[in-house]
Nanobody
Framework: QVHMLESGGGLVQPGESLRLSCAAS????????VAWYRQAPGKERELVAD???????NYADSVKGRFTISRDNAKNTVYLQMNSLKPEDTAVYSC??????????????WGQGTQVTVSS
């Protein structure tokens, strides 16, 4: 069994920074691609950034130059460093990971989400 846990959300002022973490635990053989999504009230969920097993990254145009996704394979953790935050970044942020278990089964797992609020 695999568990995903996001952390690092909170309330910040415009221009400030936050670092989100997405930690996987359990019967993990390997973590392949990982992505961060966000969903604001009344809006559809959108892809924010993703990172492949070879550390290739991809970003939504709205966060390019401000957000950085990275991974620490030794800790089974992916981070989303968010700088120069704007009120429009306010959303619930969730991570999604393609994980191969020790039983060699590959499944996509989701975390429960963490709230990010940017407001003065």
């Amino acid at each position: 069994q695999v568990h995903m846990l996001e952390s690092g959300g909170g309330l910040v002022q415009p221009g400030e920074s936050l670092r989100l973490s997405c930690a996987a635990s359990g019967s993990i053989f390997s973590i392949n691609a990982v992505a961060w999504y966000r969903q604001a009230p009344g809006k559809e969920r959108e892809l924010v950034a993703d990172i492949s097993s070879s550390d290739s990254t991809n970003y939504a145009d709205s966060v390019k130059g401000r957000f950085t996704i990275s991974r620490d394979n030794a800790k089974n953790t992916v981070y989303l460093q968010m700088n120069s935050l704007k009120p429009e970044d306010t959303a619930v942020y969730s991570c999604n990971a393609q994980i191969t278990t020790t039983g060699r089964v590959t499944t996509v797992y989701w975390g429960q989400g963490t709230q990010v609020t940017v407001s003065s």
